[in-house]
């Protein structure tokens, strides 16, 4: 969910430049900021964001830039020419030589002499800012969709990886049973007491089965499956590829309970490495 989108629009005689960043967020978090002319346009930009990036914390911002010189404070002339009348005839009659750069100097900070002329938004900027906020949305989907695409690729050899361990846990379960068993039958010898050969075999199936992974292997296998066919079909598949990243995991740890064997324990501790790494990569997809 994290990217950068930018756009650019130029009017006659401004340029209108937009500019949207994203962070991973649960839900849709959006931050606008718009100058003050275009606040009318706050909730149509706030529209088109949120249809377009449905989750993340955004932070989306359009600023504008005069590319010809221009205010809009006006000075009244009629205004101006009275005061600086009225103020050469009170020198004037009180003898006061007259000093023109003093006099227009403070005739500009008279009452009404300089006004503000308030900018109206025409409907050509009005969409040159909306054509601005569509492009900068649009680059930054084009940017999460191409990282995503990265880390789809990632998680998916981090699931083949998991599947591997998994591979090469086979070989130490099936010497394993063989382990256990003679290392029953040596610590009763130890012990030197009479044994029912027939309950001992019937107790030694017993502890074995419970100690069978066959069944964490297989839904293991099937999350992993579900987890690529996921990946690979369904849009926004960041939230369900976390739940079955969470499944996978509960496997994961069952069969590190059952592994008694110590290279057993290492390829589980390796399956839970790479799950914890799908886990951090999954809260950056949509």
Do not use: W
């Not at 900027?125 to 569509?134: I, L, T």
């Not at 030694?204 to 999350?223: A, C, G, P, Q, S």
């Amino acid at each position: 969910m994290t990217g950068f989108g930018k756009s650019e629009v130029s009017l006659p005689t401004k340029k209108i430049t937009a500019e949207v960043r994203s962070l991973n967020s649960k839900q849709l978090d959006l931050n606008v900021k718009l100058p003050m002319l275009y606040r009318s346009l706050e909730y149509a930009v706030r529209s088109a964001a949120s249809a377009a990036l449905r989750r993340g914390k955004i932070d989306l911002t359009v600023t504008v830039e005069s590319t010809v010189p221009h205010t809009s404070a006006v000075i009244n002339r009629d205004v101006f020419r009275e005061y600086v009348r009225q103020v050469n005839d009170a020198m004037s009659f009180s003898g006061i030589s007259a000093d023109y750069d003093n006099i227009v100097a403070a005739v500009l900070r008279m009452p009404d002499v300089v006004s503000a002329e308030a900018e109206t938004l025409s409907q050509e900027e009005s969409d040159a800012v909306m054509r601005a906020v569509g492009e900068a949305l649009a680059n930054l989907d084009a940017f999460r969709a191409q990282e995503g695409a990265t880390l789809i690729a990632d998680l998916l050899r981090r699931v083949d990886k998991i599947e591997q361990y998994k591979l090469e846990v086979e070989p130490f379960e099936a010497a394993r049973a063989d382990t256990i068993r003679a290392r029953i039958r040596e610590s009763l010898a130890q012990l030197q007491v009479p044994v029912d050969s027939n309950r001992l075999e019937q107790e030694m199936i017993f502890y074995i089965e419970k100690l069978d992974i066959t069944e964490e292997k297989v839904r293991l296998t099937n999350h992993c499956r579900y987890f690529r066919e996921v990946a690979d079909t369904e849009p926004e598949a960041g939230r369900k590829l976390g739940f079955i990243a969470q499944e996978m995991g509960r496997e994961i740890n069952t069969l590190g309970s059952k592994a008694n064997q110590s290279e057993m324990q290492i390829l589980v501790v390796k399956m839970k490495d790479e799950l914890e790494k799908i886990k951090e990569q999954v809260l950056n997809i949509l």
